[in-house]
């Protein structure tokens, strides 16, 4: 995700709601956001991994693939 592109969903979103924090994995792309959240006074909170609450939620990401692409390969539409 770019710089950029964060800017502008910030903008978006701080039209409804104040953005108080955001969660990230420290991969390099998310590095430069640091500087950028604390001048908007944003927390930049990382995950642990290998923690109880990580594996939770890999685990309901990957149910939401597996329905998905069951719905796919069986030729479903996707509000089923």
């Known amino acids: 995700m770019k ?3 964060f800017q502008q969903s910030k903008a978006m979103v701080e039209l409804q709601h104040q953005i108080k924090s955001v ?3 420290w991969g390099k792309e998310y590095r430069p956001f640091t500087a950028l959240l ?3 006074c944003i927390t930049h909170r990382l995950i642990c991994f290998h923690t109880h609450q990580h594996g939770v939620v890999e ?3 990957r149910h939401v693939e597996i329905g998905l692409t069951l ?3 069986a030729s ?3 509000n089923f």
């Open 3 to 5: 710089i950029s592109v």
């Open 76 to 78: 479903l539409p996707l």
């Open 59 to 61: 685990r309901k990401y």
């Open 38 to 40: 604390a001048t908007h």
């Open 23 to 25: 969660q990230s994995n």
């Open 71 to 73: 719905l796919h390969r």
